[in-house]
């Protein structure tokens, strides 16, 4: 019998730097599941809490920064599954925002950067980042589900590209 998948959530803050560039804040997993990778702010969604309870808590946690309830855009909805790993499989509402207080901070679970929008680090990102982060970054709504090769770290499947990903 198939483990239900966990729910999880992830924020992509978004800026404008100094030189006119939009950028997004991202950050170095440092524990846990995809540690090393560079991933967006968030994680699981505790008991009694929604998405958006979670998302609010996630990114104070990980980063410092304070972002609101009403400023941010859920624009997706992805579902992993881990076949040969099933405890890892989990559904992800997505959220971004362009409105926040603080400055980033290091935290036990995250180093934070900003990446230039038109320059993301996907080769250091979850496998499935490159497939449909540009879009939501863009603007696009994405709805999308990705089961993860025997490696752990490759897509296999996805139905955002009607089966396997584009090269």
């Not at 404008?16 to 991202?26: A, E, H, I, N, P």
């Not at 958006?52 to 624009?75: F, T």
């Not at 879009?135 to 770290?153: K, M, P, Q, Y």
Request: with cysteine.
């Amino acid at each position: 019998m198939a483990v239900t998948p966990y729910q999880v959530c992830v924020c992509y803050v978004l800026r404008t730097g100094t030189s006119g560039q939009r950028q997004v804040l991202l950050g170095t997993k440092k524990t846990g599941l995809g540690r090393g990778n560079i991933v967006g702010l968030g994680g699981k969604i505790e008991p009694g809490e929604n998405a958006l309870e979670a998302i609010v808590r996630e990114v104070a946690e990980e980063s410092g920064l304070l972002v609101l309830p009403e400023d941010l855009i859920e624009m997706g909805y992805l579902r992993y599954a881990f076949p040969t790993r099933e405890s890892w499989s989990q559904d992800s509402t997505v959220f971004v925002t362009h409105s926040f207080s603080g400055e980033p901070v290091e935290t036990d679970e995250i180093s934070p950067a900003w990446f230039d929008v038109d320059d993301l680090p996907v080769d250091l990102m979850w496998d499935d980042a490159r497939y449909w982060l540009p879009r939501v970054l863009a603007g696009e709504e994405i709805r999308a589900s990705f089961t993860f090769e025997s490696d752990l770290a490759t897509v296999a499947t996805s139905s955002l590209f009607g089966g396997t990903p584009p090269e």
